[in-house]
């Protein structure tokens, strides 16, 4: 019987995780990683166990981590002019 790895261990390209884990990583439910996977094309390649279980490689999710906009970027809302130019130029320059 072996004995899991520490989580904080460095993970391995060929490690396999959980949709469970994937949904973690990616902050989604794991049903959608799984739709993801069912999906055709996939957006996010798996494998399956033997059990009939998706697994999806370490390297194929730090790849899709890697295309993903920076959370900062999503946050910040777009600034939009709201003022129709010489209307509120008054207003503008308090």
């Known amino acids: 019987m072996s004995v899991p790895a520490p989580a904080s261990r460095e993970r391995e390209d060929d490690d396999l995780l959980t949709p469970a884990e994937v949904a973690t990583i990616f902050r989604v439910d794991p049903k959608t990683v799984t739709r993801w996977a069912a999906a055709d094309p996939p957006r996010l390649a798996s494998v399956r166990t033997p059990g ?3 697994r999806f490689r ?15 970027s999503l946050s910040r809302k777009p600034v939009i002019n709201r003022c129709a130019p010489g209307k509120d130029d008054a207003m503008l320059e308090r």
């Open 52 to 54: 009939g279980h998706r």
């Open 58 to 72: 370490w390297s194929v999710v730090r790849a899709k981590l890697r295309e993903m906009p920076d959370e900062r």
